[in-house]
């Protein structure tokens, strides 16, 4: 198997941009494209901005940095930039049809053999496989920030071939993490699954009057060693995000008792939506 040596990366936002500079800093000549000039632009300079910070503090070494943004580009043609690659990473919106036309496109213009990767936590890639030689479509999910959270969920559906699973746990690998093989498609995959059976639990506690939040998150980090504790990571997160995830899972399951708690919906009907509104199970003050 040839090693990758040359990755697209769609989408340059929160998770798309640190994509590209990982692949970038493992050797890849990188291009990472979006639809929109101005997230290419920002993503660019909040890149230059977090890597002078890690060379700062000595997690990142000068002239590797230096190095991979020589290797790195930016593009808003799609077409142009698949024509050459051995991977294409998808980090675009959360959007199934949106995903589903990106694939289409890439089954048309990327090499036959270049292997097509989503970053979806929620969508399965055999939902976006369904294009000449399925067998090089998977699921490689980055944990956010991408540049500093070591584990990658490689996911592999029945239309995955050992080949393509083999070459997304090298390139994750030589991009200095830890890579983990799902050897079937399950909703959340491995890490959210767990974390989500964590919530679920915090929240029926709670419910059930059985401790307060603050307890609850105490439990967890002084028992269990967690560096915060489920309420407070809920409030980060952000409630809405966290009821999203949870209605996805009951349509997913075909569930509906794995949908989101009355207490998650009371709170997304006040605003208390964490962190971000400086309300949520904790009050934060002005935000
Ligand atoms: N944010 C997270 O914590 C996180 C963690 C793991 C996985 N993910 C997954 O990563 C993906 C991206 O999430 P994000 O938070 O980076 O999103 P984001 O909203 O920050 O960025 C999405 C980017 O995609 C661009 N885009 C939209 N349509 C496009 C297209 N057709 N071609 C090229 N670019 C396009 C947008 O302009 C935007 O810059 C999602 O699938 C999400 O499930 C997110």
Request: hydrophobic share 45%.
């Amino acid at each position: 198997m040839t090693p990758i040596g040359t990755a697209v990366v769609c989408g340059a936002g929160a998770m798309g941009s640190q994509i590209a500079m990982l692949a970038a800093l493992a050797g890849c000549d990188t291009t990472m494209v979006d639809v929109d000039q101005e997230r290419l632009d920002s993503a660019m300079d909040q890149l230059e901005k977090r890597c002078a910070r890690g060379v700062a503090r000595g997690t990142l070494d000068a002239d590797d940095v230096e190095a991979a943004f020589a290797r790195l580009a930016t593009s808003l043609d799609l077409d142009d930039a698949a024509s050459g690659a051995d991977i294409v990473i998808e980090a675009i919106v959360e959007d199934l049809g949106a995903k589903r036309d990106l694939f289409q496109r890439l089954g048309r213009v990327a090499p036959a053999d270049a292997i097509l990767a989503t970053n979806s936590s929620s969508i399965v890639s055999s939902k976006l496989a369904d294009i000449t030689n399925p067998g090089r479509v998977c699921n490689m999910h980055f944990f956010n920030p991408a540049l500093v959270m070591k584990l990658v969920e490689v996911v592999g559906g029945e239309h995955t071939s050992p080949d393509t699973v083999e070459a997304a746990v090298e390139l994750a690998e030589r991009m200095g993490k830890t890579p983990v093989v799902v050897r079937r498609e399950i909703f959340g995959f491995i890490a959210n699954r767990i974390v989500a059976a964590i919530f679920d639990e915090a929240i029926e506690l709670l419910e059930a009057g059985v401790a307060t939040v603050e307890d609850i998150d105490l439990a967890v980090t002084n028992g269990l060693g967690h560096p915060v504790g489920p309420f407070a990571l809920l409030d980060l997160t952000g409630i809405d995000v966290n009821v999203g995830i949870k209605k996805l899972e009951a349509q997913e399951t075909g569930d509906p008792s794995r949908g989101p708690a009355t207490t998650l919906l009371d709170l997304e009907r006040a605003g208390r939506l964490g962190r971000k509104t400086g309300r949520g199970f904790y009050e934060y003050g002005a935000s």
